[in-house]
Every structure is written in structure tokens, then in C-alpha cells.
């Protein structure tokens, strides 16, 4: 069993950053592949990056390539997700999930933190 708590959203301003953590409590925690998906009101939930267990290897979704950078200290049992370039379609809720394999399938991930709001104002 794993939990997993989002921090570090709110409102910055378009150009700006922002970096979000995903600390995880809980059993084996390093053995698991971590995505970060958003959701806008009135929209689908959308893959954003992921990291495999060592954060060795990344993806990430076209629409933030070369902005958003997903890491990860298994020391601290934490997932990072550094977003720089913040543009106003970025403004989303923000949830990390935990799971066997690094994809941007949602249903490939058990386990979902609460979620962290993220503004960009224009």
C-alpha cells in the first residue's frame, strides 16, 4: 500500500514556475513508477509526465516537452515535478500516481494522491 500527498501548487503568473512534490508513505515505494496527469474543469484527465523507479527514464506528454521536468529522491520517498514556462492552459489540477510501469495510461496507476491546484494567470 502506498500514499502519496501533492504539494507545492498555486497561482503564479504565465512565464513563471512552479514545482510540485509527491512525498509517498508506505511499503516499497522505490520499486514504483510515478506519473503526474492534470484535469481542467469540463475536461478529460491528462498524462503530463512519469518516471520509473530510479528516475532513469522519462516521458512526457508533446504540450509540456522541454518545460516540465519530472524527478524523483527515493531518500525522501518524493516525486518532483519542476514546470517552468507556466502558460494560462497549464491550469489544472495536479495529481501524481503510483504504479508497475512507466506509461501515460491512467489506469495503469493503483495508487492516487489528492491533488494540487495549479493557476496560471495570463
Known amino acids: 500500500q502506498v500514499q502519496l500527498v501533492e504539494s507545492g501548487g498555486g497561482l503564479v503568473q504565465a512565464g513563471g514556475s512552479l514545482r510540485l512534490s509527491c512525498a509517498a508513505s508506505?511499503?516499497?515505494?522505490?520499486?514504483?513508477?510515478v506519473g503526474w496527469f492534470r484535469q481542467a474543469p469540463g475536461k478529460e484527465r491528462e498524462f503530463v509526465g512519469a518516471?520509473?523507479?530510479?528516475?532513469?527514464?522519462?516521458r512526457y506528454a508533446e504540450s509540456v516537452k522541454g518545460r516540465f521536468t519530472v524527478s524523483r529522491d527515493n531518500s525522501k520517498n518524493t516525486v518532483y515535478l519542476q514546470m517552468n514556462s507556466l502558460k494560462p492552459e497549464d491550469t489544472a489540477a495536479y495529481y501524481c500516481?503510483?504504479?508497475?510501469?512507466?506509461?501515460?495510461?491512467?489506469?495503469?496507476?493503483?495508487?492516487w494522491g489528492q491533488g494540487t491546484q495549479v493557476t496560471v494567470s495570463s
Open positions: 500516481a503510483a504504479g508497475p510501469v512507466t506509461t501515460a495510461a491512467w489506469d495503469e496507476y493503483g495508487y
Open positions: 508506505g511499503r516499497s515505494f522505490d520499486a514504483y513508477a
Open positions: 518516471c520509473n523507479w530510479s528516475g532513469g527514464t522519462t
